[in-house]
């Protein structure tokens, strides 16, 4: 079983930057997608970006020019640096890993969330 582990949340002011990490215990060959989540109180989750075992990234409109998804050589650690932070970018942030089984099948894991907040 594969638990992504997030790191990096805090509390930062309008305007400040944020770096999220992920770390998932999975093979980069079976990974296809890795990506960022978040769920502010009272909303549904919803996505914030993902990269895919390609390089190809993909944006909520939300964030696009303030954050930037990315992940290391070895594949299988994701990056989330958010600047330009907004109060609404308050929420609890996580981490999904997909990858595929022997199978073929895509199997979903997800962190158990990393709490940003921003506000003066």
């Known amino acids: 079983q594969v638990q992504p582990v997030e790191s990096g949340g805090g509390l930062v002011q309008p305007g400040g930057s944020l770096r999220l990490s992920c770390a998932a215990s999975?093979?980069?060959?079976?990974?296809?997608?890795m990506g960022w989540y978040r769920q502010a109180p009272g909303k549904q989750r919803e996505l914030v970006a993902f990269?895919?075992?390609?390089?190809?990234?993909n944006y909520a409109d939300s964030v696009k020019g303030r954050f930037t998804i990315s992940r290391d050589n070895a594949g299988n650690t994701l990056y989330l640096q958010m600047n330009s932070l907004l109060t609404e970018d308050t929420a609890v942030y996580y981490c999904?890993?997909?990858?595929?089984?022997?199978?073929?099948?895509?199997?979903?894991?997800w962190g158990q969330g990393t709490q940003v907040t921003v506000s003066s």
């Open positions: 999904n890993v997909k990858r595929l089984d022997s199978s073929f099948s895509v199997l979903d894991s």
């Open positions: 999975a093979s980069r060959f079976s990974i296809i997608q």
């Open positions: 990269i895919t075992r390609g390089g190809n990234t």
